[in-house]
């Protein structure tokens, strides 16, 4: 079993930065991947971007391209999501998970999930 927890949502205005954290702890080696996925009410889940735990080889979604970074500090068991100039189709629950292997952006593909942090960004 491997446990995620995030922290580091807010509300922020329109340019905005916010940076979200994803600590792991359980069974995490073996973990090929960690994602960062978006919820907003009404719409299906959504990937962002994910990260190789080893290699650090790095994916985004176009939607958030040169605006947000994903990074891991294996050390601390821990994967950053810094993001940059918000905006308010920004807005939504962010979710990391863990994966094992498969399409970086199927979310079927992540065996585990956090609770969520929720992030607002006003216009």
């Known amino acids: 079993q491997v446990q995620l927890v995030e922290s580091g949502g807010g509300l922020v205005q329109a340019g905005g930065s916010l940076r979200l954290s994803c600590a792991a702890s359980g069974r995490t080696s073996g973990r090929y991947r960690m994602g960062w996925f978006r919820q907003a009410p009404g719409k299906e889940r959504e990937f962002v971007a994910t990260i190789t735990w080893i290699g650090g080889s790095t994916y985004y979604a176009d939607s958030v391209k040169g605006r947000f970074t994903i990074s891991r500090d294996n050390a601390k068991n821990t994967g950053y999501l810094q993001m940059n100039s918000l905006k308010p189709e920004d807005s939504a629950t962010y979710y990391c998970?863990?994966?094992?292997?498969?399409?970086?952006?199927?979310?079927?593909?992540?065996?585990?999930w956090g609770q969520g942090t929720q992030v607002t960004v006003s216009s």
């Open positions: 998970a863990a994966s094992g292997g498969g399409s970086v952006g199927d979310p079927t593909k992540y065996q585990y």
